[in-house]
């Protein structure tokens, strides 16, 4: 029997659609939830999500500023600005759209962010918070699997997980958020040296490799969960440009018990969290 499709897209209007609610509350007491999204330089994929991101503000009845920047912008330049952005009584939120130029220390534009505005979840300050299983903000896109989770009546508990990949954005918050859900966790990456053994066994897998269609079916357990975070273009063949995940979709489906779709699964969810860290923030300050 093929897998229950867990419906990103579905849930993120859904959840959206309250979002409506809360920030209509907030703008009558005065607070009127703002983002503000940094970006440098002209990348087009980086300009595609930061006009997404500003789109679902706006959308949602909130406030959001786009910062642009030419790509030989200088770090101190970038650096001053969000200085002003922590000191802005209208910006709940900032976040700085990845990568940079090479000019620049990622981490150290990042840390600069205040921890009370940090959307994104990237600032150490959250990251322990997280670690220590008392988030204030969590990654965006990790929160949104765990939303799927829920919204899939998927239990968590006592369940073998595995994550592949070990990055600050997905993999490692992923694996600190199962094991905050009562999960057994392994982390693998590209050291790893049985994947398929490790996959083979778990009842959830979490793939965030950023590799075309890497985990197959004979790599999966029958009856799993499987959530694909991978976001790839086909370079070669007669589907070249077209969409994919980390996950052989097609094969996958008939084995696993719940599935994500690319798209249309976990990629609406990361900027609905984002919008939910942000509302959440500007309630903290109302409050």
Same mark, same amino acid.
């Given at each position: 029997m093929?897998a229950q499709?867990?419906?990103?897209k579905?849930l993120?209007?859904?959840?959206?659609?309250?979002f409506?609610e809360? +920030? %209509?509350a907030?703008?009558?007491?005065g607070?009127?939830p703002?983002? &503000?999204?940094?970006?440098?330089? /002209?990348?087009? !994929?980086?300009?595609?999500?930061?006009?997404n991101?500003?789109?679902a503000? +706006? %959308?949602v009845?909130?406030?959001?500023?786009k910062i642009a920047y030419? &790509?030989d912008?200088?770090?101190? /330049?970038?650096? !001053?600005r969000?200085?002003?952005?922590n000191?802005?009584?209208?910006i709940?939120?900032?976040?700085?759209?990845?990568?940079?130029?090479?000019?620049?220390?990622?981490?150290a534009?990042?840390e600069?962010i205040?921890?009370?505005?940090?959307v994104?979840?990237f600032h150490?300050?959250n990251?322990?918070?997280?670690a220590?299983?008392?988030?204030r903000?969590i990654?965006?896109?990790?929160y949104?699997v765990?939303k799927m989770?829920?919204?899939?009546?998927?239990d968590?508990t006592?369940?073998?997980?595995?994550?592949?990949?070990?990055?600050?954005i997905?993999g490692?918050?992923?694996?600190?958020?199962l094991m905050?859900a009562g999960?057994?966790v392994?982390?693998?990456?590209s050291?790893?040296?049985?994947?398929a053994f490790h996959?083979r066994?778990?009842?959830i897998v979490?793939?965030?490799?950023?590799?075309?269609?890497f985990?197959?079916?004979?790599?999966v357990?029958?009856?799993?969960?499987?959530?694909d975070?991978?976001?790839?273009?086909l370079?070669d063949?007669?589907?070249?440009?077209k969409l994919?995940?980390?996950?052989?979709y097609e094969?996958?489906k008939?084995?696993?018990?719940?599935i994500?779709?690319v798209p249309g699964?976990v990629g609406?969810?990361?900027i609905?969290m984002?919008?939910?860290?942000t509302?959440?923030?500007?309630e903290r300050?109302?409050?």
């Amino acid at each position: 029997m093929a897998a229950q499709i867990l419906d990103g897209k579905a849930l993120a209007q859904e959840l959206r659609a309250g979002f409506k609610e809360r +920030v %209509a509350a907030l703008v009558a007491r005065g607070q009127r939830p703002g983002l &503000a999204v940094i970006v440098v330089g /002209e990348d087009p !994929a980086s300009l595609v999500y930061v006009r997404n991101k500003v789109d679902a503000c +706006v %959308a949602v009845g909130m406030h959001s500023e786009k910062i642009a920047y030419a &790509a030989d912008a200088s770090p101190a /330049e970038v650096l !001053a600005r969000i200085a002003e952005l922590n000191a802005s009584p209208a910006i709940h939120g900032i976040l700085v759209q990845l990568p940079l130029p090479p000019q620049f220390d990622e981490d150290a534009i990042l840390e600069a962010i205040h921890s009370d505005k940090d959307v994104d979840g990237f600032h150490a300050e959250n990251v322990g918070a997280l670690a220590q299983g008392l988030p204030r903000f969590i990654p965006c896109t990790p929160y949104g699997v765990m939303k799927m989770f829920e919204k899939g009546g998927i239990d968590l508990t006592g369940k073998e997980a595995v994550v592949i990949g070990r990055s600050n954005i997905v993999g490692k918050p992923m694996a600190m958020l199962l094991m905050n859900a009562g999960a057994t966790v392994t982390v693998c990456h590209s050291k790893t040296r049985d994947l398929a053994f490790h996959t083979r066994r778990a009842d959830i897998v979490v793939a965030a490799v950023g590799r075309p269609r890497f985990v197959t079916a004979d790599m999966v357990k029958p009856g799993a969960v499987v959530i694909d975070v991978g976001i790839n273009r086909l370079q070669d063949g007669p589907n070249a440009g077209k969409l994919c995940g980390d996950v052989d979709y097609e094969n996958v489906k008939e084995i696993a018990s719940h599935i994500t779709p690319v798209p249309g699964g976990v990629g609406p969810m990361t900027i609905t969290m984002l919008l939910a860290n942000t509302i959440e923030a500007a309630e903290r300050k109302a409050q």
